[in-house]
């Protein structure tokens, strides 16, 4: 099956000036049960060339970004580069998950670029600005009047020093906004100027990246890109709780997300660094021979431990992330089969997304009442919790949040961040 109903390949639009380009409005979009998502279609001898994008990654990086640019607008059909400006490939995010990069930076230096796009976060916004090759070829890529922008703390902290925020109308993260000229900050979620597109954290990533998709490709294929990943209207992010009991604990929560290759990348990371930046000590655990796992939009996740080292220890909960062939490899591990077993047999917590949850189902460890749906994205039934995945993974890590150490910490989580959380 294609990625999109509407290839970007063959979609009828006109392809918009960067002047004339402006982010969908979440009224646009309407609510659409995903479909399944794979790889691009093949391109023809007499297709359009693919467009190349570059988003560049260094130690401190915000990984909820880069990744969630990488997915989404892989999904398009575009030829997307993770390059560390490291001297090795793979990059330790702001929040501790590692990820290879698919080239360093310096085999960049002489491509031209589509879109070259800066994630954010400290001090990985730092590290960026600090690459000499990184600043050649994105000041080069701007003044050829080429699609550029960054999010979070990277206008401020690495384009404004480059000098790439010249007349131009900017946001970013409200941490970093009073190192930009007060006369040129807008105080929105995007703010595409030009060229430029900037935006303000990890919970507008998504916007940040649909923008492009429109920028690159057309509306049309940014809409359907954004109902098939459930960036949708408020039905998709209404949390629903049956049989409530308490989660919380006395101590530091113990979290185990297992992945495989074909898990959705995007869910893994937004589940992991928000559940971090919560201070809960989350353990990713591959089911595979090795610890890198190859994610379903082809991002090279470093899991923490292999399964069978992180069964010797015993979690408060246990997270399936979906993507449906990582599901059905997650599905044949049998030490996480058992895992699943002893925590429902313990009164432990558990859950899975989308694909995932449809296998915990299954194997008779969930009920179709607890399954999130087109009518909630989110349902809790007791100490079990799904999600219909990816656009409202943000929903499903920060309800995680609030069961396991209530509002004041989901709010901080979410201010920092930059997302509004609750029912729509």
Not at 37 to 57: D, F, G, M, R, Y
Not at 245 to 266: I, K, M, Q, Y
Not at 344 to 358: E, L, P, Q, T
Not at 385 to 390: A, H, K, Q, R
Request: proline fraction near 5%.
């Amino acid at each position: 099956m294609a990625v999109l109903a509407l290839s970007p390949l063959n979609c009828a639009c006109t392809l918009l000036s960067a002047r004339e380009q402006k982010p969908i409005p979440s009224s646009m979009r309407t609510f659409k049960k995903p479909t399944p998502l794979t790889s691009p279609p093949s391109l023809s001898p007499t297709s359009s060339p693919l467009k190349k994008v570059l988003v560049p990654i260094a130690f401190g990086s915000e990984e909820m970004e880069a990744v969630i640019l990488a997915d989404v607008l892989r999904r398009a059909g575009a030829d997307v580069r993770l390059a560390s400006v490291e001297e090795g490939l793979e990059v330790e995010g702001s929040s501790g998950t590692r990820i290879e990069a698919d080239a360093h930076i310096s085999d960049c230096a002489d491509e031209v670029f589509d879109l070259v796009a800066l994630p954010g976060g400290m001090p990985g916004s730092a590290r960026l600005r600090d690459s000499e090759i990184l600043r050649n070829i994105t000041t080069k890529h701007a003044e050829e009047k080429r699609f550029y922008g960054a999010i979070s703390a990277a206008p401020a902290v690495a384009l404004k020093p480059w000098g790439l925020l010249k007349k131009k109308q900017i946001t970013c993260h409200p941490a970093f906004i009073d190192k930009l000229p007060s006369f040129r900050v807008v105080k929105s979620n995007i703010q595409v100027s030009g060229e430029l597109t900037t935006s303000r954290g990890p919970g507008t990533t998504f916007e940040f990246a649909l923008s492009f998709v429109e920028q690159l490709f057309c509306d049309l294929v940014a809409e359907d890109i954004g109902e098939n990943m459930l960036m949708t209207v408020a039905a998709n992010h209404r949390i629903e709780e049956f049989n409530q009991v308490d989660w919380s604990f006395d101590r530091t929560p113990h979290v185990l997300v297992p992945v495989a290759n074909g898990c959705e990348e995007t869910e893994v990371i937004i589940l992991v660094d928000i559940l971090r930046r919560a201070k809960v000590d989350v353990v990713i655990a591959s089911v595979e021979k090795s610890k890198k796992i190859v994610a379903s939009q082809q991002t090279k996740v470093i899991a923490d431990k292999l399964i069978e080292e992180a069964s010797d220890s015993t979690f408060d909960l246990v997270v399936l992330p979906g993507g449906t062939k990582g599901a059905e490899r997650l599905q044949k591990s049998k030490v996480l089969k058992r895992l699943l077993g002893e925590q429902k047999a313990s009164g432990r917590m558990y859950g899975g997304i989308f694909s995932s949850a449809a296998i915990l189902r299954k194997q008779g460890l969930i009920t179709d009442k607890v399954l999130a749906s087109d009518e909630a994205g989110v349902v809790i039934d007791g100490k079990v919790i799904t999600s219909m995945g990816l656009g409202n993974m943000i929903d499903f890590s920060l309800a995680i949040v609030n069961k396991l150490f209530g509002h004041g910490r989901v709010r901080s989580v979410a201010e920092g961040i930059v997302f509004k959380y609750g029912n729509k």
